[in-house]
């Protein structure tokens, strides 16, 4: 497709359940990007791959929190044993080596209840 | 600690005026300097931008402007419209080769008719 998409849209999950979101960035470009936004807040960097390796983990905001990309390409983030505070909007961006910025897709909105 | 910082977590202005959102940083690596926009349930999507060896960039009704000494710059919407009403984030980076972009919290505008 023309932009990032992110799947699902929308996912509730029981405490202590594990989730994946899925990001399909824009073909060709090299760096992906996780971010999540929490209710009344700004945006969190999560972390960043360049190709398949993700040189900077420095967000991931415990060692529930995990992600992968294979082939360049899609990549998924995993929340095991969800906790409510992991309830918040994740976005997923990409990039051009050369950009000028990112392009965001719409989001997976986690509920963790 | 906040390396961008957008102090007014929301403004409101009439249409036709002049809509000003403010943002600080604390990080003096960063050279590159982005407005994204973002409407409720969608991907922030990219406005402005601003290299540090400029001062000024104009795009239509939006201009970004940037006092490096004091580690400031500003997004003014001129005239402001109805749509626009939405939260913009500010984001910086080091270098804009698909580098890691750092967030501020967002200001919500909202543009009365």
């Known amino acids: 497709g023309a932009g990032v998409s992110q799947s699902p849209s929308n996912k509730v999950t029981e405490k202590g359940k594990d989730v994946e979101l899925r990001c399909d960035p824009i073909s060709g470009h090299t760096a992906l990007y996780w971010y999540r936004q929490s209710l009344g807040q700004g945006l969190e960097f999560l972390i960043y791959f360049q190709g398949n390796s993700a040189p900077d983990k420095s967000g991931l905001p415990s060692d529930r929190f995990s992600a992968e990309r294979t082939g360049g390409s899609v990549s998924t983030l995993t929340i095991q044993r969800t906790q409510q505070e992991d309830s918040a909007v994740y976005l997923c961006?990409?990039?051009?080596?050369?950009?000028?910025?990112?392009?965001f897709g719409s989001g997976t909105r986690l509920t963790v209840v | 600690d906040q390396q961008v910082k957008q102090n007014s977590p929301s403004l409101s202005v009439q249409e036709g005026r002049i809509s000003i959102l403010n943002c600080d940083y604390t990080n003096s690596m960063f050279d590159y300097f982005l407005w994204y926009k973002k409407y409720p349930a969608e991907g922030p999507t990219f406005l402005i931008s601003?290299?540090?060896?400029?001062d000024k960039n104009e795009d239509g009704r939006f201009t970004v402007f940037l006092n490096k000494s004091a580690k400031h710059l500003s997004l003014h919407i001129v005239p402001s419209q109805p749509g626009d009403s939405a939260v913009y984030f500010c984001a910086a980076s080091v270098g804009n080769a698909g580098n890691m972009l750092t967030f501020g919290g967002g200001t919500r505008l909202m543009v009365k008719p």
């Open positions: 601003i290299s540090s060896i400029k």
């Open positions: 961006a990409s990039s051009l080596v050369e950009g000028d910025g990112y392009t």
